[in-house]
């Protein structure tokens, strides 16, 4: 059983599109999140949403739009895409929220977007 | 800066140890983590230290931590192929991993 899950796995896709990717979890965590991870395999925080309502958003071009139609749901809608988009996004979650984040984060496995 | 410090790359030759630094922000940081990150896969929590403490040991990881320094290490004993990934320190309530060390064991 996948704990986190997140789709599409790879996706190719011209510039100036707009594409999505889904994540879920089964873990019953309140809190998901989004990271880009760039080609020096930095890791970033993107979003973080708490019981469906946005509680991070770390300076992401307006152009991300995330929606979590439920605590288990956190997808990533992306407009307009550009080459500098072209990273690896990783979907996780964990059971506290930021304050009392003592514990694990669960990772997907992540989804590589190359925009070409 | 706002993020962990640690170098980016290590060679290790197999069967030997591996020791990967790590230098963090914020001296009130509860727990101390590590992170593990294997070729094509997200990250999977590999250990953690409580702030209070200085050592942990869990079969061939070694975790020590100096909280005057805000230095954290990781030693690997018998460093084995399985071992070569991407290694991320992390402190508890903050989300930014940084680029981590990648380690490749070598035969």
């Known amino acids: 059983d996948t704990a986190v899950s997140q789709t599409p796995k790879y996706l190719v896709t011209q510039m100036g599109n707009d594409k999505s990717i889904k994540c879920e979890q089964n873990l019953g965590h309140d809190t998901m999140y989004w990271y880009k991870q760039d080609s020096k395999k930095f890791l970033k925080i993107m979003f973080s949403y708490n019981n469906k309502e946005l509680i991070i958003n770390e300076t992401v071009p307006n152009r991300f739009s995330p929606k979590s139609p439920d605590k288990a749901h956190l997808n990533l809608h992306i407009n307009s895409l550009e080459l500098g988009d072209s990273a690896v996004y990783f979907c996780a979650s964990s059971q506290g929220g930021l304050a009392d984040l003592t514990g694990e984060l669960f990772f997907g496995e992540g989804s590589r977007l190359t925009v070409l | 800066g706002e993020d962990v410090e640690q170098s980016l790359f290590l060679s290790v030759r197999e069967g030997d140890s591996s020791v990967i630094n790590c230098t963090y922000t914020d001296s009130s940081s509860t727990y101390l983590y590590w992170y593990k990150q294997e070729p094509g896969a997200g990250l999977q929590l590999l250990t953690y230290i409580f702030s209070n403490m200085d050592m942990k040991q869990d079969q061939r990881l070694t975790v020590l931590l100096n909280k005057k320094d805000k230095h954290l290490s990781l030693r690997i004993a018998d460093t084995q192929t399985g071992d070569s990934a991407i290694y991320f320190c992390?402190?508890?309530?903050?989300?930014?991993f940084g680029a981590g060390t990648t380690v490749t064991v070598r035969a």
């Open positions: 992390a402190e508890s309530g903050k989300l930014s």
